[in-house]
């Protein structure tokens, strides 16, 4: 076949398709349908299918009067990111109230029950992340997870970091340590434009950035550029160079969440410096 020169031909023509492709990254993107089911009903729906190796991602809305069993992948960690209405979280004797934009990591493998009230519609993205046999390991050394039945915050409430490629008005948050969920990690950007987050790369994790109520602005990574409205998930593709852009009148507010390829990979969290947080109108 290789002394044949169509097979060259077509090796040629494949090679440079592949060259003139290489370095452009496509910003893949889904909007959260937002739309009340029915009464006492609840609605799933994947997000950017198999975008992310290991990693899936769907959207739940739960309209009240509703009691909802979350079933836990198994041989999988998952986070939950409340986004917008109220309800109670149920796990073991525990109750946590759920207000808009906090964060659950359930530290077991148990079922936990999710309460809606009548008139109430609840908003939530549930990330899975699949466990390799070196992550189980590692996560035996998480004290945080021997002490209570799942890490729950508010976003608000969680520490304030800055970075050199952010102003220094705006305000970043550490939503998810990296000690609850092996190579993960998440937070918050805040800031009102015009403003920016600078170009940067790394090619040491893969990223998702969630848009939260009132975010308006534009991520691009290398030679694309796509609007990010509130209310939207999208994947930053690995190893582009990547930043994000918010205008006059307008607000950024979003969440990252970061999948290291391995815990070596951590150490970039290093750039986030601890700091005590400014207001953002």
């Known amino acids: 076949m290789r002394n ?5 031909r077509s090796a040629v023509t ?23 089911p029915p009464t006492g009903a ?26 909802h069993v979350v079933a836990l992948p198994e041989g999988c960690d998952s986070v939950l990111l409340f986004v917008a209405g109220k309800g109670t979280l149920q796990a073991g004797q525990h109750t946590y109230d759920i207000d808009p934009e906090s964060i659950a990591v359930p530290y077991s ?35 945080a997870r021997g002490t209570a039945a799942l890490y729950f915050k508010q976003f608000s409430d969680c520490e304030a970091y800055t970075e050199a490629i952010k102003s220094p008005k705006t305000i970043s948050r550490t939503v998810l340590p990296k000690e609850h969920v092996p190579r993960v990690a998440m937070g918050t950007v805040l800031t009102t434009g015009p403003d920016r987050v ?6 040491m994790l893969d990223q998702l950035f969630l848009g939260l109520a009132k975010n308006q602005c534009t991520v691009h990574a290398d030679d694309d550029q796509i609007q990010f409205p509130p209310f939207s998930i999208l994947h ?14 307008r607000r950024m507010h979003y969440l990252w969440m970061d999948f290291f390829l391995t815990k070596e990979g951590l150490d970039w969290l290093k750039t986030h410096k601890p700091v005590e947080p400014i207001a953002v109108e």
């Open 4 to 8: 044949n020169p169509q097979f060259w």
């Open 14 to 36: 494949m090679l440079l398709m592949l060259m003139g492709s290489y370095g452009l990254a496509e910003v893949r993107s889904e909007k959260l349908d937002m739309q009340a």
């Open 42 to 67: 609840v609605r799933q729906d994947e997000l950017l299918v198999d975008e992310i190796r290991g990693v899936k991602t769907s959207h739940l809305a739960l309209t009240g009067p509703i009691s």
């Open 109 to 143: 493998d148990d079922d936990f029950q999710i309460v809606v009230e009548r008139g109430e519609c609840l908003h939530c993205v549930h990330i899975s992340k699949q466990l390799s046999a070196q992550d189980k390991e590692d996560r035996k050394s998480f004290v």
């Open 198 to 203: 600078g170009a940067h790369e790394h090619p």
């Open 236 to 249: 930053i593709p690995l190893g582009s160079s990547h930043g994000v852009i918010v205008e006059e009148g």
